[in-house]
């Protein structure tokens, strides 16, 4: 076994531990009928009246929409004694009673956090506070550029070639500097790199993990010889780095955001918090003074679970504001849009047919000018493709993009869907060359580690507006000579698959890193 499966393992009963000291404290399901009792006190003893105040917190998020099912905790003036928990329900309203003069509390929500100190609580009557809950910023929020292999580096008897890798991050949600004990100047964030199929930590082909002070590679297997041997050629992390961009270097002049509307969304975002994410997008996009357009689509296809029945009036892509007038600069209109398909969430993800369409219809509508494809995606196409109609809907992807040069930025967007459904999205980013945006890990009260639709597709569109703006970011990159042990290994037209890792701030030493798959064609 080797170190980084034992910290995982640590993280893991660090994890329990943390999860149940958290569900100890949080109680019951609110302060009105059974609150948590301080942890001074026996579990026999009934905890004392506090006060005889009553407070209600109304929570909405910056557009003023209720914000429901956030946990807010209620403590005493220091924070040394939490008096009572309650959720916020479809008003976006909770109540705490039996509260003394002064107090503080927290709102923990997937869209944000919110802490609010020495609030005065009538001790008669009902005393109200308003919250405005900012969105949070999962960190790191990254985007992996298309990992290159330079046709030269590969040697003539196919058994060795060189991996280019450059991942990005939002300089509002950056990348988290590695642990190891070390959180000086001198270090930096850190980067792995795994090939072959195997997720399961122990039973890794090939594992690098390293940093600006290690860049020695450990790259082998617990139970035998790795088919691998990697070296390290360079490493490189630049706070404020070139534009990213992989093809071009120039600020899309139109971009169409689509909108994954299916099924799937019902589940991954109930309270449609990504359409405040599609409007902070709209606003970066086409602000005062910028001569740039936007255009909003969903995207949906007939059939489905009979449950979330409801698909666009178009399918499998639909643009509101109609053919006529794809791309405008309005943003009354287009925010007027994303309100318009919010609702309409049901039906299949046809994914290949829906990116067709927003590139075709990108290509004919948008102004001269780049072009960029910006997709917030709940997941690959669920249809039951065989393996050749996926190849085929791939390599029709790819030859689309290169005939039109629109280019394409998407979000994976989708925390729980298994691994394979994630490297399906790196299949399909590498058909289109494009840039693969994930959501960022946060803390969850009720959760060691979670990655949330609402602050997340926040952080990621914020990210995909830099990108399409071309804008320098903090910048991530490695070039890697990986050399196999059989010759023949590196046969052209085969796809080398593999994840790279980024550290993530919910615990240090590398315990919990964010996956982000890649497949690579072999020149």
Request: hydrophobic share 40%; glycine share 8%.
């Amino acid at each position: 076994m080797d170190w980084r499966t034992n910290l995982r393992r640590a993280a893991g009963i660090a994890a329990l531990g943390l999860m149940g000291v958290v569900l100890a404290s949080c109680g019951g399901a609110g302060a009105e009928s059974n609150p948590p009792q301080p942890a001074s006190q026996p579990a026999s003893q009934p905890p004392a009246l506090a006060g005889t105040g009553t407070l209600t917190i109304f929570v909405t998020d910056s557009d003023g929409r209720p914000v429901r099912d956030a946990r807010v905790s209620v403590y005493n003036r220091r924070q040394t004694a939490l008096i009572g928990s309650v959720q916020t329900g479809s008003n976006g309203s909770a109540t705490a009673r039996s509260l003394p003069a002064t107090v503080e509390f927290t709102v923990v929500h997937g869209f944000g956090y919110h802490v609010e100190k020495n609030v005065d609580v009538a001790q008669q009557g009902d005393t109200a506070v308003g919250v405005t809950l900012l969105p949070g910023r999962p960190r790191p929020t990254v985007a992996l550029l298309p990992v290159e292999i330079p046709r030269g580096s590969v040697y003539p008897d196919r058994n060795e070639l060189t991996l280019q890798v450059t991942v990005i991050a939002s300089p509002n949600a950056p990348f988290a500097r590695s642990g190891y004990g070390d959180y000086s100047a001198a270090s930096t964030p850190s980067l792995g790199l795994e090939l072959g199929e195997n997720a399961n930590d122990s039973r890794r082909e090939c594992f690098v993990w390293l940093d600006q002070r290690r860049t020695v590679p450990s790259c082998g297997t617990t139970w035998g010889t790795s088919p691998y041997t990697v070296s390290v050629e360079q490493f490189r992390y630049d706070v404020v780095g070139p534009a990213p961009l992989p093809t071009s270097a120039a600020s899309a002049q139109s971009t169409m955001l689509v909108i994954d509307q299916s099924r799937r969304v019902s589940t991954l975002d109930p309270g449609a918090f990504r359409s405040y994410a599609a409007r902070r997008f709209i606003e970066r996009i086409v602000s005062p003074g910028e001569q740039k357009t936007l255009s909003v689509a969903g995207f949906a296809g007939s059939g489905g679970d009979p449950a979330t029945p409801l698909s666009l009036p178009s399918q499998p892509l639909w643009i509101p504001s109609g053919i006529g007038t794809v791309f405008t600069a309005d943003a009354v209109v287009l925010k007027s849009n994303v309100g318009i398909i919010e609702p309409l969430v049901g039906g299949a993800a046809p994914l290949f047919d829906a990116l067709e369409a927003a590139v075709a219809l990108t290509a004919m509508s948008a102004p001269s000018g780049d072009r960029a494809v910006v997709a917030l995606l709940g997941g690959t196409d669920d249809r039951e493709l065989t393996a050749s109609e996926r190849d085929r809907a791939l390599a029709s992807l790819r030859r689309q993009r290169d005939d039109t040069g629109v280019r394409a930025i998407l979000i994976d967007a989708a925390p729980t869907m298994p691994l394979a459904e994630h490297r399906a999205i790196a299949e399909l980013a590498a058909a289109l060359r494009a840039p693969t945006i994930s959501l960022g890990v946060s803390m969850d009260e009720l959760q060691y580690s979670a990655q949330r639709w609402a602050s997340g597709s926040y952080a990621a569109l914020d990210l995909a507006a830099d990108l399409t703006e071309a804008s320098p970011l903090p910048t991530l990159s490695a070039v890697f000579r990986v050399r196999a042990n059989t010759a023949g290994a590196f046969q052209s037209g085969a796809k080398l698959r593999g994840v790279i890792y980024v550290e993530s701030e919910i615990c240090p030493m590398g315990c919990w890193e964010m996956p982000l798959p890649f497949v690579v064609e072999i020149p």
